[in-house]
């Protein structure tokens, strides 16, 4: 191995890795949500269906979408690396622990809480993702776009979408409130004059995007009929 | 106080161990934890049985002998403190009180509670030290070290080595320990000579006794007997980022 594997194949390495894919992917949370807003605006869909096809067609989106891919992928393998070797670290367990005494519930359930992200993504890339760029969507009238919103207000009218939807969005708020600042840690990014405010902004940051989300599904099931 | 002990007793390396239940009466509330199993393994000796072995040497909390899971904890319930420090008044008359070794793949455990953490040594041994030369004495604060970097690297140094960090550590990682060792001398004009070096070795040795990864859950910082802080870790990533981008090691 020359250098760069071995530096990024060590247990900091591929921390240094998680960190860098979770911020990237906590940007890439910024950019889908504040897209979505369209979403509230009340004109049966036009201005949602515009910009979801603006983001099938920019090839600039369409070439994020391979690093985005990417990032999940790197995240999600390096995850999977790291909880394999964190258990083999401890073969024996203790028969009494109490770690509730000494660490945050999600600190130690990082991989469980991503697990249930994963199997969201899975699901809203089926009910979402695969029909508007494989499948056969309806148009709208006099426009060279299709109907994703129909899907949309199809989806949230299941309340079971709606209950995984909105579990997910709360797994992924306690993903990132140990995530984001953590990251900071992992990277050595530390220092007393801004630790506390990444702290603080992490958690505000977790929570309202994870409220955002989480708002889009409830919206739909309880105040829009078509 | 009448106690009921749980121990995990292990013959050897190679033997499975099982916790055996004792029961323990007359203990005074002002007995160190360690003097209470001093009372036990003395009634063991007089019934002809085998005493439990644990680690301990100081008996003052600085040299990083005992060690010891008590109900779930490393080094017992209170914080900041480790074993030999911890006093039984700290639990009550008819209480249940388990104890087992530090449980990870990189410190076996010997026999009974004792583990093996020779890990630790072979870490400092790669690169836990600075080169000086011999001869003469130098002048005492030759080199100026600005009073806030002493107090860090001071800090960092009263790290003791027990290994509660590990034992903590819902990964069995080693990064507090390190981290301690590491940012103690990197932060030191002495330190700086060896300090891309250090790091690299440190972290690949730490790699090779098998310790897991850091989570960031904060365990060890809060387990830790002589307060270690999580900064460490921080300024040890830094080092091993800036180490790997820029030493002579390719």
């Given amino acids: 191995m020359n250098w760069f594997t071995k530096t990024f194949s060590s247990t900091i390495g591929r921390k240094i890795i998680m960190s860098v894919t979770g911020l990237f992917l906590c940007s890439f949370l910024v950019v889908h949500l504040v897209g979505n807003l369209t979403l509230f605006y009340r004109d049966g869909g036009e201005a949602f269906n515009i910009y979801s096809h603006f983001m099938a067609n920019n090839p600039v989106i369409r070439t994020m979408e391979i690093v985005l891919v990417l990032g999940f992928l790197f995240h999600i393998y390096d995850a999977i690396v790291l909880t394999r070797r964190n258990k083999a670290a401890r073969p024996v367990g203790y028969a009494e622990n109490h770690p509730q005494e000494n660490s945050t519930w999600s600190s130690r359930n990082m991989g469980l809480l991503g697990t249930i992200i994963l199997v969201f993504l899975l699901v809203h890339l089926w009910n979402f993702f695969v029909p508007a760029r494989f499948g056969e969507l309806e148009g709208v009238p006099n426009a060279e776009y299709t109907n994703l919103y129909a899907e949309v207000v199809k989806a949230f009218k299941n309340p079971i979408y709606v209950g995984l939807y909105v579990i997910s969005m709360i797994a992924l708020a306690y993903h990132l409130i140990h995530g984001f600042q953590s990251a900071f840690q992992s990277l050595g990014l530390t220092h007393k004059k801004y630790t506390p405010f990444i702290k603080t902004f992490g958690v505000a940051f977790s929570v309202l995007i994870s409220l955002g989300f989480a708002l889009i599904p409830l919206y739909f099931f309880f105040f829009v009929n078509l | ?250």
């Fill in chain 2, 1 to 250: 106080m009448d106690l009921t002990l749980k121990i995990w007793r292990q013959k050897d390396k190679n033997s499975a161990g099982q916790l055996v239940t004792y029961p323990l009466n007359g203990i005074s509330p002002d007995m160190s934890f360690l003097e209470m199993l001093d009372v036990l393994n003395e009634e063991l000796l007089v019934k002809g049985e085998e005493p439990v072995a644990f680690d301990h040497d100081c008996r003052e909390g600085i040299c990083g002998m005992c060690s010891l899971f008590i109900n779930g904890r490393a080094h017992g319930p209170e914080r900041g403190t480790t074993t030999c420090q911890l006093h039984m008044r700290h639990f009550k008359h008819g209480d249940t009180i388990t104890i087992e070794p530090w449980r990870a793949a990189a410190f076996p455990v010997h026999k009974d509670l004792i583990v093996d953490r020779s890990a630790f040594d072979r870490i400092q041994q790669a690169g836990g030290y600075v080169s000086v030369n011999t001869g003469g004495v130098p002048d005492a604060n030759e080199i100026p070290i600005p009073k806030t970097i002493a107090d860090k690297a001071f800090d960092a140094a009263t790290c003791i080595g027990c290994g509660a960090c590990v034992a903590a550590c819902k990964n069995a990682s080693a990064m507090l320990f390190v981290s301690a060792k590491v940012s103690q001398l990197a932060m030191l004009p002495q330190g700086k000579v060896e300090a891309k070096t250090r790091v690299e070795n440190m972290v690949a040795q730490m790699d090779v006794e098998g310790f897991g990864a850091c989570s960031n859950t904060g365990a060890c910082a809060a387990e830790c007997p002589v307060g270690i802080s999580l900064d460490n870790i921080a300024m040890m990533n830094r080092e091993y980022l800036g180490a790997k981008a820029s030493s002579e090691n390719v």
